[in-house]
């Protein structure tokens, strides 16, 4: 148990090393990203589980996170069986086309069903259906309003927003559309974008000043969204409506490419400085779980 658990240690390690791209990368984060589930019906379960299934399944997750083919005595190691039977599992696998053995360097692959597999998971993810249970909790958790946007045109579109009896009553912008730089999405949003990106979308947009607070110059811009990366969160400083401030963080794809971001609303009397942290923190996580659940995966900080 313990060589499994270092084993997919190790596994995490080489995910987050390795900016490959395509379905490929899909299939390593599903898999290895995905945490076991412990619950109290746990022995009442493990009577349903297959192990020689369970055995396949690991064996795919050990190829999927390797960086070269792997000989069967790798394998039979990483995966802690014997030889023989990890050779029956990889034959199986092969059959099925989930793995391959590459003739030219004597070594096990994936396959080209685990890459299809893949592609067809990107095909009936919805963000927002996998974002809203999470937005829920997020607003239970912070009482205030949870959004969730992404970049169109230069601009942020809300897809979603979760309020609720406990939620501040604030002037939320009524429109389903925002600037970037003026607001805690559009910054988060931002973030993730090459600086070329943002240099062409404050020159299609403008930066313009709603409030004493706005950023209204791209070497400010840039400061800010230096910090952002940095701490993983953006801050909307009553920078878009005087007496709200927001705190976003962003949603990332496959690629590590930004694709969404989760933000919090509230009026300045109730999201102090004293919360700020915490709620970045708060925001942070709910996005990294987004992430993860479709198959995203969170870029690694330098």
């Not at 963000?127 to 239970?140: G, K, T």
């Amino acid at each position: 148990m313990k060589a499994q658990a270092h084993t997919t240690a190790m596994a995490r390690r080489v995910i987050h090393q390795d900016p490959s791209e395509g379905a490929a990368a899909i299939i390593k984060t599903a898999i290895i990203e995905t945490p076991l589930v412990k619950n109290d019906n746990a022995k009442a379960e493990r009577g349903q589980v297959v192990q020689s299934l369970c055995r396949a399944l690991n064996i795919l997750t050990i190829l999927g996170a390797a960086d070269s083919p792997m000989t069967l005595t790798e394998i039979a190691e990483a995966a802690s069986l014997s030889p023989s039977t990890t050779h029956r599992l990889l034959t199986t696998l092969q059959y099925e086309r989930y793995v391959r053995f590459d003739q030219s360097v004597r070594g096990w692959v994936v396959g080209v069903q685990a890459y299809m597999t893949g592609t067809n998971f990107l095909k009936t993810r919805n963000l927002v259906d996998v974002a809203r249970p999470r937005m829920r909790r997020l607003m239970e958790e912070s009482s205030e309003i949870v959004n969730l946007a992404v970049e169109e045109n230069g601009e942020a579109l809300y897809l979603a927003r979760v309020g609720g009896p406990r939620a501040a009553q604030v002037a939320v912008p009524p429109a389903d559309r925002t600037l970037l730089h003026c607001s805690a999405v559009g910054k988060a949003l931002l973030a993730g974008m090459p600086e070329t990106k943002v240099q062409a979308i404050v020159t299609q947009r403008g930066m313009r000043q709603f409030t004493r607070s706005t950023l209204s110059s791209l070497p400010a811009l840039h400061r800010d969204l230096t910090l952002v990366r940095t701490r993983g969160y953006a801050l909307d400083q009553e920078e878009r409506v005087s007496g709200l401030r927001c705190v976003a963080a962003p949603i990332f794809d496959e690629n590590s490419r930004v694709m969404g971001a989760l933000s919090l609303s509230g009026s300045s009397r109730r999201i102090e400085d004293a919360r700020l942290r915490a709620l970045g923190e708060m925001v942070k996580r709910a996005a990294a779980a987004v992430t993860m659940e479709l198959g995203g995966r969170v870029p690694v900080a330098n």
